[in-house]
């Protein structure tokens, strides 16, 4: 089926105003579903043609207002062409289709534990016609009713809530004027917990083998729920406008999380099967409060079109790292933000890939998939957050406020925001969002040598990149006895003076010491020399976070050794307490540089081992420390130790998450072979252990394994086995086994994309490109000259490519 135009989906919403949508699925069948919907709609100009979608089905029946429609011209599950409509209109259309396993549409998961079987509805961003005909693009927006036939055993929840049950049919309340990409439902044994707060049913709902997890996070769950409304309501004015408030913990699922209205879908691994640490609740809470703020931020008020797909996701973004602070739950979630998130951010804009934040030529659905990325998301997040600075947060806040009553249940652009925003802050913000959300791009900000005697007094900072911007933030500088001196700062051009802190001995000037702006630091000779004194006592986790996040870029950039990285990296990262902080330190030097010889892995064993060290029994830093250590750790004597259970460390619980993680690095050292690993699947029989457990025999360094391996990642349609595949099968030490497969990757990626729900295919291709591999960069360039490369497909190779050359 092609994808949906631009200037299709501008002609069909000039031409049509949909009216409602009445849809039964008829779930009783092992195999197969069948379809039945009715959509009423207005045409503006009767006599017109158009289309509805159908998406992946068989044996389909259409009429239109009363006539037959004859199909017969194009391919069943094809577009129906609409010929000629009236003023009003009636669509019916049945069709059959099979249960999906790849994670688009109506997804069928059989439990291996228990042989239940579990479905559940994924529409992003082009899938509901998976479910239901429909006019499938954002800005027509109308009411669903759905009826839903299933065993009469089952559980089955929707957006919507349950009008009415009898006998194996569920009839549910129509939805407010809802886009169809948001439409979901589950339908199985559900395990469900219910409760209320204030006024809003809530529901929590797992597989009925993980019941026995969600009923020992219940209360964390719920409670944390609670908290989210509760700040919501507060900040937007306006309540939660969907009635009831589910969320599932789907299996299978290849993204995060979905933002359905009263149906929030959530990857499995967020349901804690054993002891979490601080940084996995914290992270938990902050995917949580995102999909909660798009209930007024995409769900509430749509995009009109996809080019818009920032509006959803930075301020659900924003929204969600914001309100875990602000809720007190997650005190240091700033932290965790600087050096995962935005991070993520600054990667993105380096990469050939890099767009706007709000970008022109998203022709189609295509393209649109290819920008929920580090740009949409965590960029877009820092813009605002720097909007709200250069605004107030007041006005900030009454701007937004306007924009969901003056735009509920409709739709809305960037020029919509920032007509309400300005209008709110009384100023015109079209030069703003130009320097920001128009163009792509990280500055640079860095302190400048001190000037010659008659100078002005102060610290002169310099702003790189195209275009300069304007920054409000703060400048701290941290003294080795402990003190602390800021100074808020602006600069709107290439040099400004700061007065106040100044580079001395003993000293780290931080720029950007809140987090405040988006944009990359760096540091004068003097701070730069004082990093090792300052950073280890350094007591801000925030600070902490951007001085990382700064030596990281500096490192990436080739502007500071790796040598001298490391030298930091033992003296302080075995005294940093924030989890999230350790874990991405630790993942940048263990894959960027260990993995590349840059720097020696045993070195960063001792370095998690002197942190485990010094971590509590028993506590979530052990535990996170332990998993860092497993991660690098080369003496497989001691892991088998830990397996056994006297070697471990005190406290520590050596949970099945944690087995398996052990036996991964086992596998990878050669120390482990196929009878552990199914061993430990006997151990643990369930999907994730399956997951598990093709990752460890991809990391085993057997030719007929890696042949399996590569022969699952390439071709097999269940995305997480593929995905699992795909994440251990380059292992260091095994190129004598894996250098045969980096020609072979080239020649396969195009198959990698075949048949899978695009999310987890380009997943697989990005876990699986050979980025060890320096023939990786004249094997990119071969490939990316073929003209019938998919436009996907060919955006990762260039990403990784300039990766690997950064390098080389």
Not at 76 to 96: I, M, T, W
Not at 298 to 321: K, Y
Not at 420 to 444: F, H, I, P
Not at 765 to 786: C, G, M, N
Request: negative net charge.
């Amino acid at each position: 089926m092609p994808s949906l135009t631009r200037a299709e989906a501008v002609q069909r919403a000039r031409l049509l105003r949909v009216h409602s949508y009445t849809v039964e699925l008829d779930l009783t069948g092992t195999e197969r579903f069948t379809s039945r919907t009715v959509v009423d709609f207005a045409c503006t100009d009767p006599g017109a043609a158009t289309f509805a979608e159908v998406k992946g089905a068989e044996t389909v029946r259409a009429r239109l207002n009363g006539r037959p429609l004859d199909l017969a011209a194009g391919p069943a599950g094809d577009r129906l062409p609409l010929a000629p409509l009236e003023a009003s209109n009636r669509l019916e259309v049945e069709f059959s289709a099979p249960y999906s396993g790849t994670g688009e549409g109506l997804h069928r998961f059989a439990d291996p534990e228990d042989g239940e079987v579990y479905l559940y509805g994924q529409a992003p961003i082009d899938d509901a016609p998976r479910m239901f005909a429909c006019f499938d693009q954002p800005d027509l927006k109308a009411p669903i009713a759905l009826t839903v036939l299933a065993p009469p055993a089952w559980t089955v929840r929707a957006n919507a809530p349950l009008r009415a049950r009898l006998d194996g049919r569920w009839e549910f309340e129509a939805t407010p004027p809802l886009s169809t990409y948001l439409f979901s439902l589950i339908a199985g044994p559900w395990h469900v917990l219910s409760r209320e707060h204030d006024g809003i049913p809530l529901g929590l709902a797992c597989r009925r083998s993980l019941a026995a997890a969600l009923d020992a996070d219940a209360d964390a769950l719920f409670a944390a729920t609670a908290a989210s409304f509760d700040r919501y309501h507060e900040l937007f004015g306006v309540r939660y406008p969907f009635g009831k408030y589910d969320q599932t913990f789907v299996p299978e699922f290849s993204g995060g999380a979905v933002e359905n209205p009263g149906l929030v879908n959530y990857r499995e691994e967020f349901l804690f099967r054993a002891r979490a640490t601080d940084s996995e609740r914290q992270r938990r809470f902050v995917v949580m409060a995102h999909e909660m703020a798009h209930m007024w931020f995409g769900d509430l008020v749509t995009l009109r079109w996809w080019d818009d797909i920032w509006l959803n996701e930075a301020f659900a973004e924003l929204m969600g790292w914001q309100v875990a602070a602000d809720t007190g739950r997650h005190p240091a979630a700033a932290a965790d933000f600087a050096i995962w998130r935005e991070r993520w951010g600054y990667l993105a804009d380096q990469r050939p890939s890099t767009h706007p934040v709000a970008p022109d030529g998203v022709t189609d659905t295509a393209v649109a998939t290819q920008n929920f990325d580090g740009i949409s998301y965590a960029k877009g997040a820092a813009a605002l957050r720097q909007l709200a600075v250069h605004l107030g947060e007041d006005v900030f806040l009454a701007g937004l406020r306007e924009f969901f009553h003056r735009y509920r249940f409709a739709n809305a652009e960037l020029t919509d925001l920032l007509a309400v925003l300005g209008a709110a802050a009384g100023r015109d913000l079209t030069g703003w969002a130009e320097l920001w959300l128009r163009s792509s791009g990280a500055n640079t900000l860095r302190p400048l040598p001190s000037r010659a005697t008659g100078a002005p007094a102060g610290l002169t900072i310099e702003q790189t990149g195209r275009p300069l911007r304007p920054h409000r933030l703060t400048v701290a500088a941290y003294a080795s006895d402990g003190s602390v001196r800021r100074m808020p700062f602006a600069i709107d051009g290439a040099t400004a003076v700061v007065a106040g802190p100044a580079a001395r001995p003993g000293t780290v000037l931080l720029l950007n010491d809140g987090d405040e702006t988006y944009a990359k630091i760096r540091f004068d000779p003097s701070s730069r020399a004082a990093l090792p004194a300052v950073l280890p006592d350094l007591d801000e986790p925030l600070a902490r976070a951007v001085v990382w996040t700064a030596v990281i870029d500096a490192v990436r950039d080739g502007e500071l050794p790796p040598a001298e990285f490391l030298a930091l990296v033992v003296a302080a990262l075995p005294t940093e307490h924030q989890e999230g902080v350790f874990e991405e330190v630790l993942a940048f030097a263990r894959d960027a540089l260990g993995r590349r010889g840059l720097v020696p892995l045993p070195q960063l064993a001792e370095v998690c081992a002197a942190a485990l060290a010094g971590a509590a029994p028993g506590s979530g830093r052990q535990l996170a420390v332990a998993r860092a250590l497993v991660s690098v750790a080369g003496d497989a004597p001691l892991l088998r130790s830990w397996l056994a259970g006297p070697g471990a460390p005190e406290g520590l619980e050596i949970d099945p998450d944690l087995r398996w993680a052990v036996l991964l690095r086992l596998a990878g050292l050669g120390a482990a072979g196929p009878d552990d690993i199914a061993a430990e699947a006997r151990r643990d029989p369930s999907a994730m252990g399956a997951e598990r457990a093709a990752a460890c025999r991809a990391a085993l360094p057997d030719p007929g394994t890696k042949a399996e391996a590569w022969e699952t990642l390439v071709h097999h349609p269940n995305p997480r086995l593929a995905i699992a595949n795909a994440s251990a099968f380059w292992q260091p030490g095994q190129e004598a086994i894996t250098d045969a497969y980096v020609e072979r990757w080239f020649a396969d990626a195009p198959a990698m994309l075949e048949g899978r729900y695009l999310p987890a295919a380009l997943q697989v291709v990005r876990l699986s490109f050979p980025q060890y591999s320096r023939k990786s960069v004249e094997l990119t360039a071969d490939l990316l000259a073929h003209a019938d490369l998919d436009p996907r497909l060919r955006r990762e190779l260039m990403d990784g490519a300039d990766e690997l050359r950064r390098w080389a």
